[in-house]
T-cell receptor, first 115, second 111 residues
């Protein structure tokens, strides 16, 4: 079963709100990712967690704060977002990390609208 | 030069047609290669990994030419359900797990 789940499916928030996106996988994968995807564009990597430690931050603004409470869960905390942050936020996981890439499996995404 | 380049299409083909997508990459140290498909407003789904020896999965054949830094995907006997955006994806050499996506090629199969 290659299932990654994400909640919520849709989120509308104001610029002063604080919200969190959640991602879960039960495949025993040790690497988890956050991507951002704007309409008609490919996904852009935001963060990579490997063995529950942040290994890559693609110069993401601090209003996005990732958290990996355990090997199955990944959160993305949102605070003081801008309307241009409206996008589809995708979580993915892969078996692990090494000198080459394992296949990544994506969740259905959270469609975020910032008003 | 972009790290991954694809012809954006759209490719409009009739059912039963054979269609080929091409992708080039600029970083010769890229290590792993994949094709994903993405339906409108859905997440990317892994279609297949791409190996140097070439690999086939049913109607789909993927090829990798490291010397030319070129990847291809061939779809035979196109079905209506093949209509989607096909993303050429590779790993960034510096960090083994970070994926870089091409902009995607849109395929529309009509009856």
């Amino acid at each position: 079963d290659t299932e990654v789940t994400q909640t919520p499916k849709h989120l509308v928030m104001g610029m002063t709100n604080k919200k969190s996106l959640k991602c879960e996988q039960h495949m025993g994968h040790r690497a988890m990712y956050w991507y951002k995807q704007k309409a008609k564009k490919p996904p852009e990597l935001m963060f990579v967690y490997s063995y529950e430690k942040l290994s890559i931050n693609e110069s993401v603004p601090s209003r996005f704060s990732p958290e990996c409470p355990n090997s199955s869960l990944l959160n993305l905390h949102l605070h003081a977002l801008q309307p241009e942050d409206s996008a589809l936020y995708l979580c993915a996981s892969s078996q692990g990390t090494s000198g080459f890439s394992y296949e990544q499996y994506f969740g259905p995404g959270t469609r975020l609208t910032v008003t | 030069r972009k790290e991954v380049e694809q012809d954006p299409g759209p490719f409009n083909v009739p059912e039963g047609a054979t269609v080929a997508f091409n992708c080039t990459y600029s970083n010769s140290a890229s290590q792993s290669f994949f094709w994903y498909r993405q339906d409108c407003r859905k997440e990317p789904k892994l279609l297949m990994s791409v190996y140097s020896s070439g690999n086939e999965d049913g109607r789909f054949t993927a090829q990798l030419n490291r010397a030319s830094q070129y990847i291809s995907l061939l779809i035979r006997d196109s079905k209506l359900s093949d209509s989607a955006t096909y993303l050429c994806v590779l790993s960034r050499a510096k960090a083994g797990t970070a994926l870089i996506f091409g902009k995607g090629t849109t395929l529309s199969v009509s009856s």
